[in-house]
T-cell receptor
Framework: AQKITQTQPGMFVQEKEAVTLDCTYD???????LFWYKQPSSGEMIFLIY??????QNATEGRYSLNFQKARKSANLVISASQLGDSAMYFC?????????????FGRGTSLIVHP | DTEVTQTPKHLVMGMTNKKSLKCEQH?????MYWYKQKAKKPPELMFV???????INESVPSRFSPECPNSSLLNLHLHALQPEDSALYLC????????????????FGQGTRLTVV
């Protein structure tokens, strides 16, 4: 079984500063994918970034980067130069490759508030 | 703009009503999902359709009935709901398991905010 843990219910950051959102995972699958989604108050889940278990380099997408530490089973999201529009819920998710199951398993989420 | 379209965006229904939620995608995805999400909680998987066949039903009550008429459409038929069914219902799609693999992120619609009165 897969498990995603996000231990920070809420985070606060000053505009233009960087913030790290924590995510740890547990799986017995040798091949897996890790995803981060942003959910603003409007409700839509927006895909941000992906990291594959065999990827050698940390993923980056614009201001988003993923600090992937495979041995520690962590996949933290780093948002650089925070903007007011970054205020939202952030969910870490994973997808395993075994057994034909491709269902994203979500963490409990972290609420990020960016202060001006 | 999302490439997964859900209608309606808001729905208020009585406990004796019958209504349907609709979801459409034109990305050629062969896996489609329904999730239920309560406030401040992660999405909970309800159903998965893979290549137009129901592959996963997470013990959802029969008052929720999914339908996948074709590879682009996914419906969720609602009947005799309870107030505790009030939630955000999210539709998502992704590449099918035969071609996708783990690099298959799911794309979500904006959701339908359902209120049962």
């Amino acid at each position: 079984a897969q498990k995603i843990t996000q231990t920070q219910p809420g985070m606060f950051v000053q505009e233009k500063e960087a913030v790290t959102l924590d995510c740890t995972y547990d799986t017995s699958d040798p091949s897996y994918g890790l995803f981060w989604y942003k959910q603003p108050s409007s409700g839509e889940m927006i895909f941000l970034i992906y990291q594959g278990s065999y990827d050698q380099q940390n993923a980056t997408e614009g201001r988003y980067s993923l600090n992937f530490q495979k041995a520690r089973k962590s996949a933290n999201l780093v948002i650089s130069a925070s903007q007011l529009g970054d205020s939202a819920m952030y969910f870490c998710a994973m997808r395993g490759a075994s057994g034909g199951s491709y269902i994203p398993t979500f963490g409990r989420g972290t609420s990020l508030i960016v202060h001006p | 703009d999302t490439e997964v379209t859900q209608t309606p965006k808001h729905l208020v229904m009585g406990m004796t009503n019958k209504k349907s939620l609709k979801c459409e995608q034109h990305m050629g995805h062969r896996a489609m999902y329904w999730y239920k999400q309560k406030a401040k909680k992660p999405p909970e998987l309800m159903f998965v359709y893979s290549y137009e066949k129901l592959s996963i039903n997470e013990s959802v009550p029969s008052r929720f009935s999914p339908e996948c008429p074709n590879s682009s459409l996914l419906n969720l038929h609602l009947h005799a709901l309870q107030p505790e069914d009030s939630a955000l219902y999210l539709c998502a799609s992704s590449q099918g398991s035969r071609t996708g693999g783990v690099r298959t992120e799911a794309f979500f619609g904006q959701g339908t905010r359902l209120t049962v009165v």
